[in-house]
């Protein structure tokens, strides 16, 4: 049995009515303080064996950079500040080289994947600015860091 369907004629003001053009504009507007919060917020930080300064950073640290490198081309006044760290273990002298080669080979590193040395400011601070409690294995592990964050 073969069904018939009708069809209705549709009036002039019912027509369905013409998709509207996007403006030339309308592109979303992207709010790059929150970017910049969010990258500073979860920083760019390879940690590092005992008086170990470099290290093969995976494919997360990979994005990181790849983060900031787009903030920056999008905030020509944006600059980055990558601090080298260190545990407590050792004297004091050797903490601040340790530090200070951690902070070197994380700038390099950024300039080797695409972001401008001049954006770049390193500074080192041995064992003086711990992110965990240095009197465990598992603190002392963490203090030895290297930290990129937005200026």
Do not use: C
């Not at 787009?70 to 080298?84: M, R």
């Not at 070197?104 to 972001?115: A, H, K, T």
Request: net charge negative; charged share 25%; glycine share 4%.
């Amino acid at each position: 049995m073969e069904k018939s369907v009708a069809v209705l004629p549709i009036a002039p003001d019912e027509q369905a009515a013409e998709p509207l053009a996007p403006e030339p504009d309308a592109t979303p507007s992207i709010d790059w303080q929150a970017i910049k919060a969010q990258l500073n917020d979860n920083p760019l930080t390879p940690v590092f064996e005992p008086y170990q300064t470099e290290r093969t950073l995976g494919q997360a640290d990979l994005n990181k950079v790849d983060e900031l490198k787009d903030y920056l081309e999008n905030n020509p006044d944006g600059n980055i500040l990558v601090t080298g760290h260190t545990d407590i273990s050792g004297p004091r002298a050797l903490n601040m080289k340790l530090s200070q080669q951690r902070a070197d080979f994380l700038e390099s590193y950024l300039v080797q994947n695409g972001i401008e040395a001049a954006k770049i400011t390193s500074s080192f601070k041995g064992p003086d600015e711990p992110a965990e409690d240095n009197s465990t294995p598992e603190g002392r592990a963490k203090n030895r860091r290297a930290v990129v964050l937005i200026k």
